[in-house]
């Protein structure tokens, strides 16, 4: 297998592309060598610039949940581009997607679209504080929620609750109204509304995915929505991952949770850039033009991203293809751990529907700590033995993996033989 075209572009690349990149993960910095530069993708493959084939597992970290390119998306989007780009004024598309995604989540009576996931977060943050009228949000140590100043907290262990920056440039003002709490202490939260009287949320990834997979623990859903009500604080569901992908309802319908505020992103564009936040109305009235608090955005609510959310939620509510993502997940799990057995490697495996990672750690992850035990060398040589043996995944051993609906009974053969050779690879090294 050559990457001598990934590596040219690579080195092109770094002239004036910062890290040859447009977002750091692409970079492969965690597990060494050049990233792969894409040239195509169909159906659950994706292929690089010098022609390697690979099941894709990464997909675009989320999004293209029918697969890559499905017929009725590409023709919804193409229907669109025909009438034009980009208006500045309303169109019909929006009401549709609008009323199937409140359609989705009971909780949900009115929706804004945004561009992206962090738009959907940061204004569902300005949210939750204009309608409490209180300043200080609760958020998860290692749970991601866009690079917007007030989220991007250092969340490692030792720095958990101290709220420091965790990025260059963001002013510790910016973070001074964050509050850091560890996933699955229910204690860990409730020591801050013992502590402060001005919380006006608690966000969180229903499903953790930006620390490796991590699923929420008995109640604990549950029982921090009711933690919010009685302390007048919102529970804000980030979830621009598991939306549409948990279940159409995303994760609050498989938790049995409603959340105060909904943040989207990921599967309502399918590949387009999408993202939304929505409300019950008492919430969402507060929003301009209805009330005082102001968000906008000129590509806002764009005919070919609604057209490729449409169409993309619409295929996906007739497939119905969450019993399927649970057959072929539960498949790739047995998997590892029979690879991860053989070869005598220490491995974790967390899965919720179709989203999964393993761990290299023989510890049961079910917080950012844990999730660090893991030795990210080993998952580096993973990593490059599965890409040789033609199974893409993310770059990261703390990314979620995810699954298409393309995804079919060949391409788990090409991971099971990928996923053995692997697994010896790092039993040697
Ligand atoms: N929230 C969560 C839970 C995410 O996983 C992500 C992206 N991985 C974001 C927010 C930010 O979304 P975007 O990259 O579209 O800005």
């Given at each position: 297998m050559s990457f001598k075209k990934s590596e040219k572009l690579y080195q092109?690349?770094?002239?004036?592309?910062?890290?040859?990149?447009?977002?750091?993960?692409?970079?492969?910095?965690?597990?060494?060598?050049?990233?792969?530069?894409?040239?195509?993708?169909?159906?659950?493959?994706i292929i690089d610039v010098?022609?390697?084939?690979?099941?894709?597992?990464?997909?675009?970290?989320?999004?293209?949940?029918?697969?890559?390119?499905?017929?009725?998306?590409?023709?919804?989007?193409?229907?669109?581009?025909k009438n034009g780009y980009s208006f500045g004024a309303?169109?019909?598309?929006?009401?549709?997607?609008?009323?199937?995604?409140?359609?989705a989540f009971p909780g949900m009576d009115k929706v804004r679209f945004v561009n992206s996931g962090t738009e959907a977060v940061l204004s569902g943050i300005r949210?939750?504080?204009?309608?409490?009228?209180?300043?200080?949000?609760?958020?998860?140590?290692?749970?991601y929620h866009g690079h917007q100043d007030a989220l991007l907290v250092a969340a490692g262990s030792g720095l958990a609750t101290l709220s420091l920056p965790g990025s260059k440039g963001v002013p510790e003002g910016a973070v001074k109204n964050t509050l850091i709490a560890e996933y699955n202490n229910l204690d860990s939260v409730q020591a801050h509304?013992?502590?402060?009287?001005?919380?006006?949320?608690?966000?969180?990834?229903?499903?953790?995915?930006?620390?490796g997979v991590v699923i929420p623990q008995n109640n604990f859903l549950k029982d921090l929505k009711e933690l919010c009500k009685k302390n007048g604080?919102?529970?804000?569901?980030?979830?621009?991952?598991?939306?549409?992908?948990?279940?159409?309802?995303?994760?609050?319908?498989?938790?049995?949770?409603?959340?105060?505020?909904?943040?989207?992103?990921?599967?309502?564009?399918?590949?387009f850039p999408v993202g939304a936040y929505g409300a019950r109305n008492e919430i969402m009235e507060n929003v301009a033009p209805l009330g005082g608090m102001y968000q906008a955005g000129t590509l806002s609510g764009n005919p070919i991203a609604m057209a490729?959310?449409?169409?993309?939620?619409?295929?996906?509510?007739?497939?119905?293809?969450?019993?399927?993502?649970?057959?072929?997940?539960?498949?790739?799990?047995?998997?590892?751990?029979?690879?991860?057995k053989k070869y005598n490697v220490d491995l974790s495996v967390n899965r919720f529907g179709s989203m999964m990672n393993p761990f290299f750690t023989k510890v049961k992850v079910t917080n950012f700590e844990q999730a660090q035990t893991?030795?990210?060398?080993?998952?580096?040589?993973?990593?490059?033995?599965?890409?040789?043996?033609?199974?893409?995944?993310?770059?990261?051993?703390?990314?979620?993996?995810?699954?298409?609906?393309?995804?079919?009974?060949?391409?788990?053969?090409?991971?099971?033989?990928a996923t053995n050779k692997a697994m010896q690879k790092v039993a040697s090294s």
């Open positions: 092109k690349g770094l002239t004036h592309l910062v890290g040859a990149v447009n977002s750091p993960v692409r970079a492969f910095a965690s597990v060494g060598g050049n990233p792969l530069f894409i040239k195509k993708a169909k159906g659950s493959k010098d022609g390697n084939e690979y099941v894709d597992l990464v997909l675009s970290y989320g999004p293209m949940i029918l697969g890559h390119r499905h017929k009725s998306v590409e023709k919804a989007a193409k229907k669109a581009l309303s169109t019909e598309n929006e009401i549709t997607l609008a009323e199937i995604v409140c359609d949210l939750a504080r204009a309608f409490t009228g209180k300043d200080k949000i609760i958020k998860f140590s290692g749970c509304f013992d502590k402060y009287d001005d919380i006006a949320g608690v966000i969180i990834e229903p499903v953790g995915g930006n620390m604080a919102v529970l804000i569901a980030d979830e621009v991952m598991t939306g549409f992908r948990s279940k159409f309802g995303g994760a609050q319908e498989v938790l049995g949770v409603e959340a105060d505020i909904t943040c989207l992103g990921k599967v309502i564009g399918g590949g490729g959310g449409i169409s993309t939620l619409t295929e996906l509510k007739r497939q119905n293809p969450y019993e399927f993502f649970d057959e072929m997940g539960s498949k790739i799990e047995t998997i590892l751990l029979d690879a991860a893991s030795d990210t060398e080993k998952f580096a040589v993973f990593f490059w033995e599965m890409i040789k043996n033609g199974v893409f995944l993310p770059p990261s051993q703390f990314e979620a993996w995810f699954l298409s609906s393309a995804l079919s009974k060949k391409d788990i053969k090409i991971f099971e033989k």
